[in-house]
């Protein structure tokens, strides 16, 4: 059978404009038209190319700013290309901005029919699938409230209902689930996969790594505006993830304002340039102290052990504590307590002594990076370097666990 | 099957007239309209009367005013002033809300299977249903005021709404793509909409103008589409047509600019993130 989706040598261009372009009327007569033109293009997207069959699940990763959210409204059409073209057969279904378009003050039932016919449904379709989208959202008793009394799960809800049951034959998703609770969104993905096995041909972009893995056929990886990779799910994740390890130390750095570039050295040798990662002193060991396993509120030490191989003069260390999906818990580093670690030229530990280390019980991470005097590289950095557990007889929710009592006053 | 090819430039060949398309734009169109009306009227305990006590209350406004302090020597004057009202709010609320139509409707515009060209069609559409919801009052205002209505002329009302409706539309699409660039769009056509009101005789009678200011009159197509009108419904003369197949013309050259127009704007609009 014929491809559902083919994308070839698809390119799009954004213009940037003057920042004072003028916007209003008045400001255009007044100031000239000329500022009106763009003063530089830069492409989005570049060179993309790929097809997807019936039936087949293709999944888009890639950082933010990518061109993942760019690429699935120009296969939906939304948009002009400036290179290439896109090819679709048959109805476009899209799980994006989901229920952007609801209006607050019209029921849920009213909503559903007006976003279904925007879907492509005809009247007599609404009417026939209307009961089975509401049973599906679970909101049968609240179907005709006014939708500003929804919860935004219950608004996701009645939105992916509408989405999955107009019929597409290619799916468009992106980043979906943040819909409803978990047991719902298995319940969307049964749904998802019962569209793919009668036929459908879906593009999922996702941040998750893994649920691309599980669900996704081929992967496709974009990096700046480009394929970085296409093919089976299991290389191409694994290709990504092994790239955003090292990349990681760009979100803590790019919150000091510093020019940390980030290290992509396995993917892409050529742009090694000796300016991140120059392990002219690199780590060689960590030590908690008293264990990797901790109670909530006790007292850490932690020892980093380097080792230059030239000397150093003021290397700044950092340490954070992260979690297993990447959000940083504490963060510091030896400038910002002014500590001078002088000259480096043997081999040495750093010390950090933690008086109380008040997080909630779970598992954590240690991250640990030793970054130029100006900030302006890094010598070395480790992402997950360590586990730490930290064990806690109060609750598990959240990050912090402080000291505190109850008072009745 | 259906089958949408993109070109550069963004074009798609898809078969415009599949009977399919179209019955389901005429749903989508109808449910975009009912959306509007009921939006009106959920929160208010008049709802859709409001359509009904708008011109009415201009209208007094207007009879008080012209009638009693004035004495402006009009026959049958709420019967022409009421015919002029309903008219010209059907044409301003097309135009000022469709002024939005982009800009306020980006959700809509964003999802795959949304023809956005539809937006200010639909706007005139609800525009329309308010006038048609007021027509029986009109009717009594013209019977209780026995006018020279003139049932054979009645069969030119419909194509005088449809040249009104292609009218509107066209200059909705040129507004919203405008306002798409310029924000002030909206703002400003208000102010333009307001002047346009006090020269299109709404309340008094072209032929009152002096004569030098004629030729100004006769470019606004609004004084011609009323005047058309009030010739049926109250004089029960034939109106002009010269004027009325020249404005035709002018729409349906506008209309297909203004649709290309618009297609780019939004384009571009739902574009910038």
Known sequence: MAKAIIVESLGKRFKRYHADRPNTIMAAVLGGFKRLKSVDVFWALRNISFAVEPGEMLGVIGSNGAGKSTLLHLVGGIGQLDEGSVEVHGKIGALLDLGASFHPDLTGRENAFVSASIGGLSRREVKRHLPEIINFAELESFIDNPIRTYSTGMKMRLAFAVAIHTNPSVLLIDEFLSVGDMRFQSKCLDKIRELQIGGCAVLFVSHNINQVKSLCDTVLWLKSGAIAAIGPAEDVTQQYAEYMRENAAESPTSERQTQVVPSSQSLAPQAKQGNFQSKDIVIESIRLIPGFEIESGQSMTLEIGYLPLKPIHNAHFGISISQSNGNICFDTHTAQANFKTGTLQEPGTIRLVIERLDLAGGQYFIDVGIYEATWSFMYDYYWHMHELIINSSASKKGILNPPLVWQKV | ?273
């Not at chain 2, 305990?45 to 006590?53: E, R, S």
């Not at chain 2, 209350?57 to 008080?64: C, E, K, M, R, Y």
């Not at chain 2, 469709?98 to 639909?122: C, D, E, G, K, Y």
């Not at chain 2, 002047?195 to 470019?219: A, H, S, W």
């Open chain 2, 1 to 273: 099957m259906m089958q949408r090819k993109y070109r550069r430039r963004g074009r798609y060949r898809k078969k415009i007239f599949d009977k399919r398309v179209v019955s389901q734009r005429f749903d989508l169109l109808r449910e975009l309209v009912g959306r509007d009306l009921k939006v009106m009227y959920k929160r208010s305990v008049l709802g859709i009367a409001w359509t009904l006590i708008n011109p009415v209350l201009q209208l007094i406004v207007f009879v008080l005013v012209f009638k009693f302090v004035l004495s402006i020597d009009t026959p049958n004057y709420p019967s022409f002033v009421f015919t002029g009202l309903l008219v010209w709010n059907w044409f301003h609320t097309s135009l000022f809300q469709s002024a939005m139509a982009i800009v306020a409707n980006r959700a809509l515009i964003r999802q795959p299977n949304f023809p956005p060209a539809i937006l200010p069609v639909s706007t005139v559409t609800t525009g329309w249903i308010h006038l048609i919801f007021a027509m029986p009052v009109l009717l009594g205002f013209l019977l209780l005021e026995s006018t020279q209505i003139h049932p054979l002329f009645l069969f030119i009302i419909p194509l005088l709404m449809a040249l009104q409706f292609i009218l509107s539309t066209s200059l909705g699409y040129l507004l919203a793509s405008l306002n798409v660039m310029f924000r002030d769009t909206q703002h400003t056509i208000g102010v333009i909409l307001q002047l346009l009101f006090y020269l299109t005789g709404v309340f008094y009678e072209i032929k009152n103008v002096p004569e030098k200011y004629e030729l100004l009159y006769n470019m606004n197509p609004m004084v011609h589409i009323i005047g058309a009108y009030r010739s049926i419904l109250i004089t029960g003369t034939l109106p002009s047509p010269t004027p009325l197949i020249i404005i035709a013309i002018l729409s349906l050259i506008l209309l297909p600019l203004g649709y290309t127009f618009f297609c780019n704007q939004s384009t571009r609009f739902v574009e910038e993130l």
